[in-house]
């Protein structure tokens, strides 16, 4: 019908997924050398989807920070990133998948500024981002499907005491049976994030034990 009306078809034009070049993923071999970055996503009660954003430290399997929100577009993620580069320094890797808010241009510009090499994995196998993907199979079962979740501050504080447990509490078979904290310290000297909810609970059990004893 087209063509006997001589209509003009419009195409739209498909954005191409840059093909990334295999190079061997990243080991860490040391604290804050790769970190692993991904999405998840999950619905309020009232139907509301809203989306995480997950970072954590391939090597000692630290969760650095989970972003909560109904959109984390890659302003957000670098804003994330940001925070956490300014309390411990940068990694030399970052490992993701292909998402679009990792392939912009403005996460490329982030990764340069900072001189971190950006290792995407091919599409469509999530294993070569292990470490992450088994951290957001814990997350899921313990808080996404064990509640229902009346609005994103109700998932902001679960996931905040969640992580708590799960950096300071949480012995891994892969750590010897260590928490992420603990397994970290045992390396070097270690320092919690300032903004996190661990490194309040650390400030507050530290101010406790260095207050001076009064006799009543």
């Not at 040391?30 to 954590?56: A, C």
């Not at 091919?122 to 079962?141: A, C, H, L, T, V």
């Not at 892969?174 to 045992?186: D, F, I, M, Q, T």
Request: charged fraction near 30%; aromatic fraction near 12%; glycine fraction near 6%.
């Amino acid at each position: 019908m087209y063509k006997e009306n001589e209509f003009q078809l419009k195409y739209r034009k498909k954005q191409r997924l840059e093909l990334a070049e295999r190079k061997p993923m990243p080991k860490a071999n040391g604290l804050n050398e790769v970190w692993s970055i991904d999405f998840m996503s999950d619905g309020l009660t009232n139907g509301r989807k809203f989306r995480t954003f997950n970072v954590i430290d391939d090597f000692n399997r630290e969760f650095l920070t989970i972003e909560v929100d109904t959109s984390l577009p890659s302003a957000r993620v670098i804003r994330s990133l940001e925070i956490i580069g300014e309390e411990r320094g940068f990694p030399k890797y970052i490992r993701s998948d292909n998402g679009p808010e990792f392939i912009s241009h403005s996460f490329r510009r982030f990764c340069c500024s900072h001189r971190i090499r950006h290792r995407r994995i091919e599409p469509g196998k999530p294993q070569q981002n292990s470490y992450i993907e088994r951290f957001n199979r814990s997350y899921r079962e313990d808080i996404l499907d064990m509640y229902a979740f009346r609005n994103l501050q109700q998932v902001r504080d679960l996931s905040s005491d969640w992580l708590i447990e799960y950096n300071y509490d949480r012995g891994h078979k892969s750590l010897g049976g260590k928490s992420p904290v603990e397994y970290a310290r045992s390396f070097s000297p270690f320092t919690p994030q300032q903004f996190s909810e661990g490194a309040k609970r650390e400030k507050t059990a530290k101010k406790v034990l260095d207050s001076p004893i009064t006799n009543v």
